[in-house]
């Protein structure tokens, strides 16, 4: 609680109290002392602040903070392989979502790549999305949509 106030996010109300504001905090082992009817509790975390809730400085509810993972290694992908007759006649249905991911596409000095890859067994529309970093540092996007047809 804090200020006679429940929360059920108590944690999140925390993460934003500024620790200068609070005037008094105690812990009841048990919801006995607590005013009105709390279920399901087994006791409270009570704060009274010096004179009403003061919040930190809070991001705006329209911005969010992006910490960019950076360079990442590369990871090994599943994608299915058809060198065999039977795999290319197998009764099993390709329903991945994911069709193609590789880390390390290499481009001509023109900005020209081949991408190969086997699509799922369901006739839908691919988006094709490309991100990079070129030698020079310089980011890089392509999307672009692909639609497979057929029928299974």
């Known amino acids: 609680m804090i200020d006679d106030v429940p929360y059920d996010n108590f944690y999140d109300q925390l993460d934003m109290l500024d620790v200068s504001a609070i005037e ?27 004179s ?34 039977e795999k290319v006649e197998s009764s099993s249905i390709d329903v991945r979502t994911t069709i193609f991911w590789k880390s390390n596409v290499q481009f001509t000095n023109e900005g020209e790549a081949v991408v190969e890859f086997y699509s799922a067994d369901i006739p839908t529309t691919y988006e094709i999305i490309g ?22």
């Open 52 to 85: 009403g809730i003061l919040y930190k400085n809070t991001k705006s509810r329209n911005i969010d903070r992006i910490i960019p993972l950076g360079y990442q290694l590369p990871a090994e992908f599943y994608m299915p392989t058809y060198e065999t007759p």
């Open 24 to 50: 008094s905090l105690f812990v009841l082992r048990d919801n006995l002392g607590l005013v009105g009817y709390y279920p399901n509790t087994s006791g409270a975390i009570v704060i009274t602040t010096k």
């Open 131 to 152: 991100e990079g970093v070129t030698s020079s540092g310089k980011m890089i996007r392509l999307e672009q949509e692909v639609i497979i047809e057929g029928t299974y």
